[in-house]
């Protein structure tokens, strides 16, 4: 079923409320229902590339190495993604932009945070990346995986293993890094690879904005019958009939023991199609779009 013919339905239900109006709450009831569970269909697969591990010396004021270093040149003042670990500081360093200067060979000027004063003619560096900004369709991750499954922790567990990143070797460890200003999701991987290797990870997307001819990503009954529910008070304070605004008050009790039967059987069904165990919000409604504020596991829900 599509989103117009969902749209149709709802007309037919509500009759005399403006398409327009209808088709605007169809949209917004899809995101809500997709942002309360986790469903297997909005299940992707992704993978990136890990950075070289960039070793050498440094002077002063600039950076000479192979082509490698070039790629760092696309660097924004938002970056936090790569470091440089200077062998006289105490630190490692945020860097924050790299410019390619003229002549022959190429060189680089770094700007680094916490600023740092270099008095040593030549000090050995080392450029790396732990943290990866994922794909931009992201909203949750699930999995990640190199070789085999990669055990989630966080931050705090990494800083206390390893707080200036100076192991190395094959991944055994993620953790959530948050979002970027711009909303990207971000990882960390540890101990982090010297040599480019590929991660896979499986993620929870943004429901993608639909169209007319596109059909949802949760069952469409479901969504109409939360559009009708979500209409009933608009619907109720346009129509000019007392008879059929009470037709309508009385066909919503209908639609919402609909929409909650159908919503758990969904959910509980969903359960077996996801490829990681998942911790759910409550499976029933609580007479409003939202879901009850209690956290289970997927074995506390009966049938799971």
Wanted: charged share 20%; with cysteine.
């Amino acid at each position: 079923m599509t989103i117009a013919e969902i749209i149709r339905l709802a007309q037919a239900s509500l009759p005399g409320l403006p398409s327009q109006i209808i088709r605007a709450q169809v949209l917004s009831s899809h995101r809500a229902l997709c942002s309360m569970w986790p469903w297997s269909t909005l299940e992707r697969e992704f993978a990136f590339t890990t950075m070289s591990s960039i070793s050498g010396t440094i002077n002063p004021s600039t950076l000479t190495t192979e082509d490698d270093l070039s790629a760092l040149t696309s660097l924004t003042l938002t970056e936090s993604l790569v470091h440089i670990r200077l062998d006289n500081a105490p630190q490692f360093h945020r860097v924050t932009s790299c410019t390619e200067n003229s002549g022959s060979p190429t060189t680089y000027t770094l700007a680094v945070t916490p600023a740092t004063t270099l008095t040593d003619s030549s000090v050995s560096y080392e450029i790396f990346r732990s943290v990866y900004e994922l794909d931009s369709s992201v909203r949750q991750v699930l999995s990640v995986r190199y070789e085999q499954a990669l055990e989630e922790r966080d931050t705090a567990w990494i800083d206390r293993a390893d707080a200036e990143r100076k192991y190395t070797g094959t991944p055994s460890v993620w953790a959530n890094r948050g979002t970027t200003p711009s909303g990207t999701v971000m990882i960390e991987i540890w101990p982090r690879p010297v040599s480019p290797i590929t991660i896979s990870y499986r993620a929870q997307i943004h429901a993608p904005q639909l169209l007319d001819t596109d059909e949802p990503y949760i069952d469409a009954q479901l969504l109409l019958y939360q559009a009708l529910l979500d209409l009933t008070p608009v619907f109720i304070g346009l129509v000019k009939d007392p008879a059929l605004a009470q037709m309508v008050k009385l066909n919503s009790k209908d639609w919402r023991e609909q929409r909650d039967a159908l919503y758990s059987g969904l959910v509980v069904g969903d359960i077996s199609r996801h490829s990681t165990a998942q911790r759910v919000r409550d499976v029933m409604f609580s007479g409003s779009t939202e879901p009850e504020d209690q956290v289970y596991q997927a074995s506390d829900i009966t049938g799971a």
